[in-house]
Every structure is written in structure tokens, then in C-alpha cells.
């Protein structure tokens, strides 16, 4: 079996090859007996699962080819994606994921989180995830009509664009305490967000930040349970 967990893909109609790479990704892992693994912002922004558009279809239709032959799909939401729901998923059989999940491979205990958390410096950004990440106004959110909550992402999206040039690049990234403080129990840290793709020894342990994606590359980290167990964090061409 084949673990394969990816981030930060980041598709939208504006960037198709972006979308081609990840066809083509489930298509290169499609009778590898996979468990694909999605840590957050999917999508360049996810506004219901309501939403329909032929580029999504697409997806949808190679998803759902993808879990057909035995494979499956987890997704964990991110910061540009948190409204995506089980609704959307069930098309194709997918599961939606927890904010922070753990699992075991070969006796190693893994965490998956999104990574925006950990990013505990960055206070303006974590008031605004609190607020905005509340049940109450996304179920609001969600009963709005598509063109507001279009409207909505875009403004979003802009004032991310803005902020992020006003602030220290270091800010952004996680804090080493927050870190600590969720490592503890667990050998393996797996996130995204940071765009800042490395492993990180920390002792006996490790955190491995997934990259976002490109034009022509993605970086992806694949755990085989086989027999000669091996895990590979590498940049994929497509």
C-alpha cells in the first residue's frame, strides 16, 4: 500500500496546469493501491460545495475513477478551502478529515494538520481564523447566495495578497514552540501552508512541510508499507 499526502495545490479554472498535474498525479497512482492524503487549500478558494463548473467535473469524474479502483481519498480543509464539506466529497467516496488527524504506518505514529495552526506569530491572522473558521457564520455563509460568496472569496483572496507583502516573511511561518507542543507524542509532523517545503529533524523526531504547487512540479511525500518500508519526500514532475 501506498501512502501519498500533497498540499497547497491551490487549482482553480485560472490555473489550468495546474489542474493537469493533478490528474495527471491520480492518474500515475491509480493501481498503486493508494491512500492520497490531501493537507489543506485543495483549491485556490472553495466557496460551497454548491458550486459546479465543467473544470470541476473534470476532477470529480477522475476522482471518482480513482477510489473506483480501490483506492482512496482523505482531505483535511484549509485556509483557502475550510468550506469544503462531506458534500462535495461524497461524489467520489472521499473523507473528510479532522483539523488535526493521526494515524500509524509501520509503528510510526504520523500527524497531519494544514500547518496555518502552528503559525501562532502571526496573531492578526490567527484572530481572523478564529472568526472565520466559527460553525455559526459558516453555516451562515453558506445559505448566501453563490455570486456573494463569490464576491466574498475574491475579497478575501486580495486582502491575503496585501497583507501578506506588509509582513515579515518570518512571521508567516510556524512557531518553533507551537511545534513542540504537538510533537510530543508523535514521530512524524506532516503539514503544508508555509510553501516552504524541507524536512526538519527535531531530535529523534521529524517535520516534513509539503511544498505548494507549480507550474510543473509538486512536492510530495510518499510512505510505501512494504516490506522494505521507505519514506520519500520528493519534487514530482508532471
Known sequence: MTHLFISDLHLSPDHPRLVRGFLDLLNEYQNKNTQLYILG?????????????????????????????GNRVYFQVG????????????????????????LEINHMKIRLEHGDALCTDDIAYQRFRKIIRNRVLLGFLKRTPLSFRQKLANG?????????????????DVNAQAVENVITNVDLLVHGHTHRPNIHQLGNKQRIVLGDWRADSAWI??????????????????
Open 41 to 69: 487549500d485543495w483549491f485556490n478558494a472553495w466557496i460551497g460545495d454548491d458550486y459546479t463548473a465543467p473544470w470541476l467535473n473534470e476532477i470529480i469524474s477522475a476522482l471518482q475513477a480513482f477510489t473506483s479502483a
Open 79 to 102: 485556509n483557502r478551502d475550510f468550506a469544503l464539506g462531506q458534500k462535495f466529497l461524497d461524489q467520489f467516496d472521499g473523507i473528510l478529515l479532522p483539523d488535526v488527524y493521526s
Open 156 to 172: 478575501f483572496r486580495k486582502k491575503s495578497s496585501e497583507t501578506k507583502q506588509l509582513k515579515n516573511y518570518d512571521i508567516m
Open 221 to 238: 511525500l510518499e510512505i510505501n508499507e512494504q516490506e522494505n518500508y521507505q519514506l520519500d519526500f520528493k519534487q514530482w514532475l508532471y
